[in-house]
């Protein structure tokens, strides 16, 4: 069995995008709308002569707990409970919410192995961004961006390292 990466994060933040940066694939759905994604969703990171890993995109968490986005939640904490790493996705652009602090917290009592990545850079100074989320107290941080494969690489590197 190949190694589990859950990317976790609240609706919008560029999950699905960096599932398909990723996989090379145009395999999850990316939308404007938030939510779009609402089940789990596998693929496979296949770097160049290097180990391969199982990659799971979640639905957005919606910090509800009825109906549609409950279920969504529920399937997003399944996900990171199975997984061996988690990738905690964040929105460069927006900084911090506090449903980003909620989706923290009851990631800490999943106690996975997390790593903090903060998409949606592109144009934007990467310190700046990642100071934004210096709060949050990661050491395993990087700054991306999917939609114009920026990063990834490295993000790619980094996760092979803690695998
Ligand atoms: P999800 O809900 O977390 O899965 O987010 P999506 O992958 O569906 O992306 C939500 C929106 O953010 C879409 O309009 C994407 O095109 C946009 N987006 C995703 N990644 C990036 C990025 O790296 N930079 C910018 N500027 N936009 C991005
Ligand atoms: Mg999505």
């Known amino acids: 069995m190949l190694p589990l990466v859950a990317l976790v994060g609240r609706p919008n933040v560029g999950k699905s995008t960096l599932f398909n940066a990723l996989t090379r694939t145009r395999d999850a759905l990316v939308h404007d709308q938030p939510g779009v994604t609402r089940d789990r969703h596998y693929g496979v990171c296949r770097p160049e002569d290097q180990r391969h890993f199982a990659v799971v995109d979640t639905g957005g968490i919606a910090g509800e707990d009825e109906g549609l986005a409950g279920a969504t939640t529920r399937q997003a904490r399944a996900a990171a409970e199975e997984a061996d790493l988690v990738l905690f996705i964040v ?21 996975r ?11 934007l100074d990467s310190h700046a961004a990642l100071n ?19 990063g990834i690489d490295e993000l790619i590197e980094q996760v092979l390292a803690k695998l």
Do not use: C, M
Request: proline share 2%; glycine share 8%; hydrophobic share 40%.
């Open 113 to 123: 192995p997390t790593f903090l990545v903060v998409n949606k850079t592109d144009g």
């Open 132 to 150: 934004e989320f210096a709060r949050y107290g990661f050491s395993d941080v990087i700054a991306v961006s999917s939609a114009h494969r920026q």
């Open 91 to 111: 929105d460069g652009r927006e900084g911090a919410s506090r449903l980003d602090d909620d989706i923290l917290a009851w990631l800490r009592k999943t106690a």
